[in-house]
Each structure stands twice: as C-alpha cells, then as structure tokens.
C-alpha cells in the first residue's frame, strides 16, 4: 500500500522531536502518561491513547494536524491521524 500523501510529505531526517519526554497536560493534572508521541505540525507532544488523557489524539481533533511521530526511544514510526496509516522510517 502506498503511503498517504501526508506521510509521503515528511523528510524523515527533519523530523520535530521533543525537548523534554514529559506530556505538558498531564503534568498540569498531576497525571502519568504511558507513551508520548509529537505532532509533526507544531511540535506539541502528548500522550498516547493507552493513557488515560489521550493528549494527542485531542490535540489532533482540536487542530486537525494529522501526523504525529513516536517520541519513545527506540521507536521508529509515525501515524497518520487522517488517513489512519502508519509508516516506520
């Protein structure tokens, strides 16, 4: 399958990372995340949807920035909210 246009768009090598591995939100509420991802857009980073806040995706849902990259070392990956494609680089 052929990748979406908004991951085709992306230059793995210029990917935005995070400065710091914490989600912003769910410190303010005192919260734990389980994985961060980064939004490919703006550079937000929130949590994952195996977290109870959900950071992410409502960032996505609030802003319509579709690709968000794995902020976890190690990983790999990034999804596409829109077209709901994933893609490892």
Request: net charge negative; hydrophobic share 40%.
């Amino acid at each position: 399958m052929a990748l979406c246009a908004h991951l085709s768009a992306l230059d793995a090598d210029n990917l935005l990372v995070p400065d710091q591995l914490i989600c912003p939100e769910c410190v303010a509420l005192g919260d734990r995340w389980v994985h961060l991802r980064t939004c490919q857009t703006c550079g937000h980073v929130g949590c994952c949807d195996d977290s109870k806040n959900k950071h992410a995706t409502k960032h996505f849902h609030a802003t319509q920035h579709p690709v968000v990259a794995s902020a976890e070392l190690g990983e790999q990956w990034v999804w596409c909210y829109v077209d709901e494609q994933m893609a490892e680089y």
